[in-house]
């Protein structure tokens, strides 16, 4: 959630830097500061809040220099205050900003206090400057310093350094946390983020992990991990800074579920390292608070309860605690019982969504252990009243109907699913298995896009109908609720969802040749048990189409199955992600087709800030 902007120019680069920080607001932050080289030495003004207050802070003491680095701060290690806002220094001559987490800080600490060095932050990001100094005073480049320097951490991090002893220079690296270079002629960049430097460059070289870049003036030479002088493409960007553009897709909504494997990418980055998750991710102190946690409540609304719903399945199964996720409106109005060491996690797209903000304040009250979000907004209200938070990275979300935002959310409850688990009583190799199924998603998602125009001419059958049913078993009932709830926001076709063993209980009463059924079928543990279910459907006469993986679907004849989509196989914690995608597809291709307005469905709005 960290931004990282650096500068070497012949030219002030201050409104660069405060510039890039601002482009990068969107990631979230709770501190922000800028270091540079100046005519005095190494200067910082550094602040706790937003940009802006950082920019009006510089005003009343202004600092230029032609070298410089920046970077806003979500705290991990250590409170939210202007002592450990970065840049972080040593001894007045190296200057550091990091984004990540240093998983052996505290060793690394012990060593550097015992050859002399005095901490003043809490930051894990203090041991980088102090190894840094420590290289480099004893006689290494600023470069060679931080080559030295990476081996010895663990963990997950993007870096960049400046040097009072090397004025004109700015070293970087990755690995586990992106981070790029922008050219320019007679200037060089290195950012966390192509969007932070589109004002100023469009041609940029995108570090591979462990890549080591020095950047000067005069050009930028890169590094491998093996330290050997290496070149990497240099790629030219073909978007302005206002990407918010539907580009060369027909809608926003479009766009955005083809934005997903990004999206989903940008959710995982720099929060595994090393086939685990890094708790720190979720906040000061997270660690302890989740090895407390005892039983979790999950409380959303819309998509994101439907979210919720899924993440109380793998909950429940992965750590063995008990595990509510209830409607937001429902929660203020009945009387919780809160049992001893209760995690609170509110799951809000916008962050201000009325009821689930109220839930959240009510909480406050009734005992909880700590209070959790899960947001795509890192400003908003859900955000700033939580103890503890996880941004999903969605980006901006034009559509009214959720999409990318609904996935990411998915990916960040997995990640808390997870990492809960691993307190409590998962095996390692399941955990380590299930971590790598999560790094295989954002290709799962993208293969599952390829069946795009299949998905097309099934929404051709939908056009004329006026309801549908959608079923789904364990974690793919919560899918196929998200199914009819897009299917009836932006086509206005009446669509439910019901677990699929309770097709016998009513719901068959309306299945003919009139009533569409969709299931959602992985290849999981309750296929048999569905596969009867799609049998009662098929001798009522019902229009079965079937979404499947391909291994399921080589053994259902179509006669069997009426219509059949067959998805790329993929794990089971990361099937309900997968298979949520072709749901998205038909719901946007039958709403195109009967000629609702897509983005701006009737009645609704993105955010629900009104009870």
């Known amino acids: 959630m960290c931004g990282i902007v650096g500068a070497a120019a012949r030219r002030d680069v201050v409104g660069t830097l405060i510039a890039g920080l601002k482009a990068l607001e969107y990631r979230g932050y709770d501190s922000a500061g800028i270091a540079l080289l100046t005519d005095h030495g190494l200067e910082r003004v550094r602040t706790k809040g937003k940009v802006r207050e950082l920019e009006q802070l510089h005003a009343t003491r202004p600092i230029a220099g032609l070298t410089g680095i920046a970077h806003t701060r979500w705290a991990t290690h250590g409170a939210p205050n202007t002592t450990n806002a970065h840049p972080i220094t040593s001894r007045g001559n190296v200057a550091v900003v990091h984004n990540g987490i240093i998983e052996n800080h505290e060793e690394l600490r012990a060593e550097l206090k015992a050859l002399g060095y005095e901490f003043a932050t809490e930051t894990d990001t203090e041991v980088i400057a102090h190894l840094i100094e420590h290289y480099h005073a004893a006689g290494a480049t600023l470069r060679a310093a931080l080559q030295l320097a990476v081996p010895r951490l663990r963990g997950a991090y993007a870096i960049a350094a400046i040097s009072k002893r090397e004025p004109g220079h700015v070293v970087g690296t990755r690995r586990g946390s992106p981070m790029v270079v922008g050219l320019a002629e007679g200037e060089q960049f290195i950012a966390s983020d192509i969007h932070a430097l589109l004002p100023v460059t469009r041609r940029f070289i995108y570090l591979a992990e462990g890549d080591v870049a020095e950047a000067t003036v005069d050009g930028v030479q890169i590094y491998d991990e093996h330290g050997m002088a290496v070149e990497r493409p240099v790629k030219l960007a073909h978007f302005g800074a206002d990407a918010v553009e539907r580009g060369e897709y027909r809608h926003y909504m479009l766009k955005e579920i083809h934005e997903q494997p990004q999206a ?63 409607i937001a ?62 941004m999903t990275r969605a980006g901006p979300e034009i559509g009214v109907a959720s999409t990318k935002a609904f996935t990411t959310q998915l990916v960040a409850l997995a990640l808390l699913a997870l990492e809960v688990a691993h307190h409590h009583s998962i095996d390692v190799a399941r955990y380590e298995a299930l971590v790598h199924q999560l790094e295989t998603l954002p290709g799962a998602v993208r293969d599952a896009l390829a069946l795009d ?57 309306l299945v003919d040749e009139n009533m569409p059924v969709i299931a959602v079928a992985p290849n999981d543990h309750l296929l048999e048990k569905l596969k009867s279910n799609l049998e009662e459907v098929r001798a009522r006469g019902g229009e079965l189409y079937v979404l499947a993986d391909s291994d399921v679907a080589a053994h259902m004849p179509k006669t069997d199955s009426g219509h059949l989509l067959a998805l790329p196989p993929c794990g089971e914690l990361i099937a309900p992600i997968v298979f949520t995608i072709p749901l998205q597809l038909l719901a946007y291709h039958v709403a195109v087709l009967r000629g609702t307005d897509v983005d701006q469905p009737r009645n609704l709005a993105k955010s629900v800030t009104v009870e």
């Open 264 to 326: 989903i990418a940008d959710t995982l980055e720099g929060r595994i390292a090393g086939g685990h998750i890094l708790t720190a991710i979720f906040g000061v102190g997270a660690r302890e608070l989740l090895s407390k946690t005892r039983n979790v409540h999950l409380i959303a609304c819309g998509s994101s309860y439907h979210a919720a719903l899924i993440a109380r399945y793998w909950i429940e199964s992965l750590a063995g605690i008990s595990c509510n996720a209830e």
């Open 329 to 390: 409106s429902e929660y203020r109005y009945r009387d919780a019982v809160v049992p001893a060491d209760t995690l609170f996690v509110s799951v809000s797209q916008s962050g201000e969504t009325a009821d689930t903000l109220a839930a959240l304040k009510l909480a406050k009250s009734r005992g909880y252990l700590t209070t959790l979000a899960i947001c795509n907004v890192p400003e908003s209200s859900i955000v700033r009243e939580s103890a503890l938070s996880l």
């Open 453 to 509: 125009a299949e998905i097309q001419r099934l929404a051709k059958h939908f056009v004329a109908k006026d309801h549908a049913l959608f079923l789904g078993r364990g974690t793919q009932y919560p899918i196929a609720m998200e199914g009819a709830l897009k299917l009836k926001e932006i086509s206005y076709i009446h669509a439910e969802a019901y677990p699929a063993g309770e097709l016998k209980h009513g719901p068959l009463a």
